[in-house]
């Protein structure tokens, strides 16, 4: 048998979320996106929101551990957070607070962080608060008084949800676009340290740059960040 042409390889398994993430946008976005209720939004759009939000922060830390890596002679401490890492290797990146929100909702979500809440007249006020995550003993993250609004439950910049059941579709594309931003920036930086060629997926029948997903929620009517 004859040796590889390559000696080495650094595994990532961020390429492997691409496909999958696709599949999950393809799903959320067959229906349209519908009211909040007092429980939250429907659970279509919960779950499939949801799941894609914890799979791009998963594609972007898959490439953070790998910059890690093939950096280390530089002596950045191994114990950081990637809010904390990226800005160390690369200063003009200049997006640590939405890396740290972004990372938030992906805590809140993994973790389920609970809000106990009246809803005993909804249409007429809403939701308040009767308990916050933090008084019902769940251990936030050191960032969370900083950046979230406890008032309207929601992060301070970006104006992600924080309230698991209502996340959705708005979210997801706040987050695609701080996570994909953030890999072509590495990516330009140095593209052997994050190399991101060959990300065409599979969506609605066609091949189509991974990237090129977003535009398919600015067809939704979203927000621009």
């Known amino acids: 048998m004859s040796s590889p042409a390559i000696p080495d390889v650094i595994t990532v398994i961020g390429f492997a ?4 993430i696709s599949d999950l946008l393809e799903r959320l976005l067959e229906k349209s996106i519908s ?3 007092p429980a939250g939004v429907s659970d279509h759009e919960n779950g499939y929101s949801a799941a894609t939000i914890l799979l791009l922060v998963a594609l972007l830390e898959s490439f953070t551990a790998r910059l890690r890596f093939v950096r280390k002679s530089e002596g950045v401490s191994g114990s950081l957070s990637t809010p904390e890492l990226l800005p ?3 200063p003009a990146l200049d997006i640590e607070d939405d890396l740290v929100e972004v990372c938030l909702v992906r805590n809140v979500l993994a973790h389920n962080h609970i809000w106990h809440m009246d809803v005993s007249d909804f249409p007429a006020v809403g939701a308040p608060t009767l308990a916050t995550p933090k008084e019902l003993g769940f251990h936030t993250n050191k960032e969370y008084e900083h ?4 008032s309207i439950r929601r992060t301070r910049k970006l104006s992600l949800n924080v309230t ?3 996340v959705d579709r708005s979210d997801v594309r706040k987050v695609f676009k701080v ?3 953030t890999l072509e920036f590495m990516h330009a930086a140095d593209f052997r ?3 991101l060629a060959g990300r065409t997926v599979r969506f609605q029948g066609q091949r189509r740059q991974f990237e090129a997903l977003l535009d398919e929620f600015e067809s939704e009517g ?3 960040l």
């Open 179 to 181: 996570v994909w931003s």
């Open 193 to 195: 340290h994050t190399p």
């Open 17 to 20: 979320y691409l496909q999958p």
């Open 164 to 166: 698991p059941t209502l």
């Open 222 to 224: 979203g927000d621009a």
């Open 147 to 150: 950046v979230v609004d406890v």
């Open 88 to 90: 160390k290797f690369f």
């Open 35 to 37: 009211k909040a209720g």
